[in-house]
């Protein structure tokens, strides 16, 4: 009996790497159906992929309640919404220039909309993808339908169709101030979609900064961290790249800067993981020949020995010199707003 407890114990030692190789191969062949079965499901079922792209679930920061800036310390922004479409409503942040800060204590929404016709610039910013809601200006910062607290689903349509909105809304209120669309990431398709829909209008936007912009979103999600697991998988543009255009997800940026005649400024990190510079040398030159006018037309690239990445220009301490805007207008003279921007 000794001997028989001895070699059970004895087979237990000689039996337990078996079993650890057994659900060694059996993680293994999971893992395997799976990184398999996502192009597949992706091509079959196209919300998928839409939720890559736009990342509206990802929330950040988290536990924040949206409506009230101040919780954030922000005691000179105020929440509201706006109601684009039957059924969407738009949480937009607007933030007074830094000279106004203390008059903006306690103030309520209309005052901040009478604000915005003082003549001091204003930006409305379109954030990236898992984003949500400046410097000197005004910053009008939409939560496009589906992100934060806007309700709806996004789209490509949808997205453009709120940020002109919130263009017209503001160019009614803004008087003879100069209103700048700023496109951060997957926002700066937003920002050139909608200043094609405004040229197709006979409005040209006072100017556009577009800030770690892709060419297209095709050539941009080619490049995407998730697409670097599947760049050798067989039928990758089929699986993935054809099914985004295929669903109406394209944000042309190299189409639209052809056709574009605002004032454009292009930042972005040489250094960027997730869209190479080279994509934003692609659109400075499009843009130029476009134009035909270096004055019409900036780029200026941060060095990736500065480590901003793909979301860290913010961190800059030259970017408020670069984006400056302030006493450009007044009440008796009208300036250009990049005539004396320090490139």
């Given at each position: 009996?000794?001997?028989?407890?001895?070699?059970?114990?004895?087979?237990?030692?000689?039996?337990?790497?078996?079993?650890?190789?057994?659900?060694?191969?059996?993680?293994?062949?999971?893992?395997?159906?799976?990184?398999?079965?996502?192009?597949?499901?992706?091509?079959?079922?196209?919300?998928?992929?839409?939720?890559?792209?736009?990342?509206?679930?990802?929330?950040?920061?988290?536990?924040?309640?949206?409506?009230?800036?101040?919780?954030?310390?922000?005691?000179?922004?105020?929440?509201?919404?706006?109601?684009?479409?039957?059924?969407?409503?738009?949480?937009?942040?607007?933030?007074?220039?830094?000279?106004?800060?203390?008059?903006?204590?306690?103030?309520?929404?209309?005052?901040?909309?009478?604000?915005?016709?003082?003549?001091?610039?204003?930006?409305?910013?379109?954030?990236?993808?898992?984003?949500?809601?400046?410097?000197?200006?005004?910053?009008?910062?939409l939560d496009y339908r589906g992100f934060g607290d806007s309700t709806g689903e996004p789209t490509e349509v949808g997205l453009t169709t709120d940020t002109l909105y919130l263009y017209q809304w503001v160019k009614a209120r803004s008087g003879s101030s100069l209103v700048v669309l700023w496109g951060h990431s997957l926002g700066t398709g937003v920002a050139t979609n909608t200043a094609v829909k405004l040229i197709e209008q006979g409005i040209v936007v006072d100017g556009v900064i577009i800030e770690g912009a892709y060419t297209n979103i095709r050539q941009g999600g080619a490049h995407h961290p998730f697409a670097w697991f599947y760049l050798k998988f067989p039928g990758f543009e089929y699986f993935f790249l054809d099914t985004m255009a295929e669903n109406n997800v394209?944000?042309?940026?190299?189409?639209?800067?052809?056709?574009?005649?605002?004032?454009?400024?292009?930042?972005?990190?040489?250094?960027?993981?997730?869209?190479?510079?080279?994509?934003?040398?692609?659109?400075?030159?499009?843009?130029?020949?476009?134009?035909?006018?270096?004055?019409?037309?900036?780029?200026?690239?941060?060095?990736g020995s500065l480590g901003y990445l793909h979301n860290g220009l913010y961190k800059d301490p030259h970017l408020p010199d670069i984006i400056r805007l302030e006493n450009l207008v007044n009440s008796s003279v009208e300036i250009s707003i990049w005539q004396k921007l320090q490139f």
């Open positions: 009996h000794k001997y028989w407890g001895l070699r059970q114990e004895g087979s237990g030692d000689t039996v337990a790497p078996s079993r650890l190789l057994w659900w060694f191969k059996r993680g293994l062949l999971v893992v395997c159906v799976i990184y398999v079965s996502v192009p597949f499901m992706m091509r079959q079922f196209p919300d998928i992929i839409k939720h890559l792209v736009f990342s509206h679930r990802v929330r950040v920061p988290f536990f924040v309640n949206l409506s009230q800036p101040a919780d954030l310390y922000l005691n000179h922004t105020v929440n509201m919404y706006l109601k684009s479409e039957q059924g969407i409503s738009l949480g937009v942040w607007h933030t007074v220039p830094e000279s106004q800060w203390k008059e903006a204590q306690g103030k309520d929404l209309e005052w901040y909309q009478d604000s915005l016709g003082a003549g001091i610039p204003i930006i409305i910013y379109l954030h990236g993808n898992g984003g949500t809601s400046a410097i000197g200006y005004h910053v009008l910062a394209i944000f042309p940026n190299d189409e639209n800067l052809k056709r574009m005649r605002s004032r454009l400024l292009i930042l972005h990190a040489e250094d960027d993981h997730i869209v190479p510079i080279h994509m934003a040398q692609q659109l400075y030159e499009i843009a130029q020949s476009a134009q035909n006018s270096e004055n019409q037309v900036k780029m200026i690239p941060f060095a």
